[in-house]
């Protein structure tokens, strides 16, 4: 793989962004995920945890009713009604972090 100089200002500013996202709502024990939208999500976010591995969080449809999207953690059965602020902070691709680049 191609290593890339990324831009840490970037980068911060998602991490922010990211770690001060709270659950709305928590569905446990889901039977089907797609009327989520998460048996075919919309965005998938790999984190490599410094502890725990990684750990991959799938966005699935947006609540209007509640301006959240659903979203599961390593494809699990608890779902998840997330903020649509999450959408923002992490719909980014490698080209837009890197060093230079806007």
């Known amino acids: 793989t191609n290593q890339i100089r990324v ?3 970037k980068v911060q500013k998602i991490l922010e962004q990211c770690s001060d996202l709270k659950s709305k709502k ?3 024990d889901v039977k089907n995920l797609e009327q989520y939208g998460l048996s075919k999500p919309e965005m998938t976010i790999r984190l490599k945890m410094q502890d ?3 750990q991959t969080v799938e966005i699935g449809s947006y609540s209007s ?3 959240a ?3 599961t953690v390593d494809e ?3 779902v998840f009604l997330m903020d649509a602020s999450i959408e923002e ?3 980014v691709t ?3 972090l890197q060093e230079g680049n806007g």
């Open 76 to 78: 699990g059965k608890t």
């Open 7 to 9: 831009d840490q200002a």
């Open 26 to 28: 928590v569905i446990q």
């Open 94 to 96: 490698e080209k837009d």
């Open 52 to 54: 725990q591995g990684i």
């Open 69 to 71: 999207y659903y979203a």
């Open 65 to 67: 009713d509640a301006s």
């Open 89 to 91: 902070a992490c719909n």
